[in-house]
């Protein structure tokens, strides 16, 4: 059991570029979320998945997309990297989307965008 | 809205010290609370958590009571060691409205 994968660990852009985050579970969640984490902010919800093909936003959507094709995979698109999308990036999964449920997190994308 | 804080960080401690992390909240309904802890170079991984009013989590020598009447969850360890050197988040999630909400974080150092 692998738990949530994130690729890659880390990467370098340049304003404007493009690219996918990936995020892959192998424990058959419904749930899946990508924040950000920003030194002295905590977590920040990007979008968010509750089952394969439904997907909606979090608190700072703007920039990214993501699409939910399979229960297992949940990647998240920068379309034109600004610097301000300078962040650590996490993917994390739970079993459903309930209060209470535990959410599993990946290692993190470290993401630093010139 | 819902909100959580915690004490701000860093926190040093020695080692075999005794630990209290603050964390109080605001929610609409009867939310579930959460620690979580990111050791460095990791992703965040749940301590403990309690659902309802009451309630006392613990793992790993860790504790924290869900206390309704002063909307705390403060988090607590008796004798702290170098390996809980990390960063620990406190979280709710309200009923209705299942999506974290997260403090801001508290990076705890334990010198030997």
């Known amino acids: 059991n692998a738990g949530v994968t994130q690729t890659p660990k880390f990467q370098v852009l340049k304003t404007g570029q493009s690219m996918t985050l990936q995020c892959a579970q192998d424990?058959?969640?419904?749930?899946m979320s990508w924040y950000r984490q920003d030194p002295g902010m905590g977590l920040r919800l990007i979008h968010y998945s509750v089952g394969a093909g439904i997907t909606d936003q979090g608190e700072v959507p703007n920039g990214y997309n993501v699409s939910r094709s399979t229960t297992e995979d949940f990647p998240l698109r920068l379309l034109s990297a600004a610097p301000s999308q300078t962040s650590v990036y996490f993917c994390a999964s739970s079993y459903a989307a309930g209060t209470g449920e535990t959410q599993y997190f990946g290692p993190g994308t470290r993401l630093l965008v010139l | 809205g819902n909100s959580v804080t915690q004490m701000e960080g860093p926190v040093t401690l020695s080692e075999e010290a005794f630990l209290t992390i603050n964390c109080t909240y605001t929610a609409t309904g009867y939310p579930s609370l959460f620690w979580y802890v990111q050791y460095p170079g990791e992703g965040l991984q749940l301590l403990l958590k309690a659902t309802k009013a009451d309630d006392k989590g613990s793992n790993k020598g860790f504790e924290a009571t869900y206390r309704k009447e002063t909307t705390s969850f403060h988090l607590e360890k008796g004798s702290v060691q170098v390996s809980d050197s990390a960063v620990y988040f406190c979280?709710?999630?309200?009923?209705?409205?299942?999506?974290?909400?997260w403090g801001a974080g508290t990076k705890l150092i334990i010198k030997p």
């Open positions: 979280a709710l999630s309200d009923h209705g409205n299942y999506q974290l909400i």
């Open positions: 424990m058959n969640h419904e749930y």
